[in-house]
């Protein structure tokens, strides 16, 4: 499941849109192969972005930390150390990233 899917919505809008702009939504929506409403929030993610995008990173990381301190350790040996691995390098990417756009 991607990370668009997991995601949950608490508010909606109702939008009204041209028949032409909702075409060019839809042709950009199949193009970068989403919903339309995944290629509307990620535009007006681009244009809007989060203010605290580190926050929110480390409220994840913190989380999945809580996470692995809560397991008993016959299952916290069962977790494979890669898949922990590529949790931190993608974190240490997205933190890097947010310090360049910075």
């Known amino acids: ?4 899917q997991n995601r949950t919505y608490d508010a909606q809008y109702l939008l009204r849109l041209t028949s032409d702009m909702r075409d060019r939504i839809k042709s ?4 970068n192969n989403r ?12 244009t809007y972005p989060d203010e605290r995008p580190e926050q929110k990173l480390m409220d994840t990381l913190n989380d ?11 299952k916290r040996k069962e977790l494979h150390e ?5 949790v931190a390098e993608n974190a240490l990417e997205k ?8």
């Open 82 to 86: 890669a898949a922990i691995q590529k």
């Open 28 to 31: 950009a929506a199949a193009e």
């Open 64 to 74: 999945a930390l809580r996470y692995l301190s809560a397991v008993d350790e016959t």
């Open 35 to 46: 919903s339309m409403n995944a290629e509307i929030i990620a535009t007006l993610e681009l």
């Open 95 to 102: 933190l890097r990233k947010i310090q360049e756009d910075s």
């Open 1 to 4: 499941m991607s990370e668009e």
